[in-house]
């Protein structure tokens, strides 16, 4: 696993949505957090928003993104958790044409490291949706550090080797 500097890196157009029925924008550590590090590693923020956990709402915002010509990727962070209002992973079902359940198993492996047995609580998901990334974080400002420096800020450098998602970006509508 390495960058090859002499590739050039392909900024990504990045969506975050937080999943919460308690947070505003103002007090969204996650997403702040997940919103310095995409930027700081020379992506794009697209788009950014927080909803309640409305399945509903959820899908119809993704779609929103998926649609829209800007977004390459949508992160969320929040409702990946086992409880009733736990529902992104649902959403994030209902919209993709492939799911990504490596992501998942990952993350969880991961996590495993910081929070041990806990991380079986967790049920971060990704898959792609005509053409556009979607990856479901839990909410932790851990979570969101664990997904991001570890998984998610190298498979979405254009020159991580031996491969990464972005070189795949120009076929994921075949």
């Known amino acids: 696993m390495a960058i090859d500097e002499s590739l050039k890196f392909l900024p990504v157009r990045i969506a975050v949505l937080t999943v919460s ?13 997940l919103v310095e590090r995409l930027t700081a590693a020379g992506h794009i923020l697209a788009d950014r928003t927080i909803l309640r956990d409305d399945q509903d709402d959820i899908i119809a915002r993704f779609h929103y993104w998926i649609d829209d010509p800007e977004v390459d990727c949508i992160i969320s962070t929040g409702g990946t958790g086992v409880t009733g209002r736990d529902i992104t992973p649902e959403a994030v079902e209902r919209v993709c044409d492939k799911l990504i359940p490596g992501f998942g198993e990952l993350f969880r492996w991961l996590s495993f490291a910081h ?22 974080l839990p909410g932790s400002t851990g979570a969101v550090k664990d997904g991001w420096d570890q998984i998610l800020a190298s498979q979405l450098d254009s020159r991580h080797r031996p491969c990464n998602f972005v070189e795949l970006m120009p076929r994921l509508r075949e």
């Open 21 to 33: 029925d308690t947070r505003s924008l103002a007090e969204d550590r996650s997403g702040d957090m």
């Open 115 to 136: 929070i041990g047995t806990s991380t079986i609580q967790s049920r971060a998901c990704a898959g792609v949706a005509r053409g556009t990334y979607i990856f479901a």
